[in-house]
Nanobody, 123 residues
Framework: QVQLVESGGGLVQAGGSLRLSCAAS????????MGWFRQAPGKEREFVAAISRTGIATNSADSVKGRFTISRDNAKNTVYLQMNSLKPDDTAVYYCAAGRSMSRVINYESVYWGQGTQVTVSS
């Protein structure tokens, strides 16, 4: 089972930036596609971005395109989410997810989850 630990959340003003990290315990990290999701208070968890096992392919939600970038370093067993031009609507708990393929990650199929990290964007 993959264990995922997110970090990098915090409080930032609108227009600012944060970089989230997710460290995986699994030695075969490179065999997993990875993703980021978020859940705001009173709302369902939603997809943010995903990256393929090699890092060549990525996918992101329309709401974050052009502002958020997902990347990974397989040598460090870590996936990142660079968030720029943050808006108050980006306030949420952000979760890291691992799955056997990008499609599984994006569709919440048989994925492993981290515990989440809070991101708060003030106006």
């Amino acid at each position: 089972q993959v264990q995922l630990v997110e970090s990098g959340g915090g409080l930032v003003q609108a227009g600012g930036s944060l970089r989230l990290s997710c460290a995986a315990s699994e030695r075969t990290f490179s065999s997993y596609a990875m993703g980021w999701f978020r859940q705001a208070p009173g709302k369902e968890r939603e997809f943010v971005a995903a990256i393929s096992r090699t890092g060549i392919a990525t996918n992101s939600a329309d709401s974050v395109k052009g502002r958020f970038t997902i990347s990974r370093d397989n040598a460090k067993n870590t996936v990142y989410l660079q968030m720029n031009s943050l808006k108050p609507d980006d306030t949420a708990v952000y979760y890291c997810a691992a799955g056997r393929s990008m499609s599984r990650v994006i569709n919440y199929e048989s994925v492993y989850w981290g515990q989440g990290t809070q991101v708060t964007v003030s106006s």
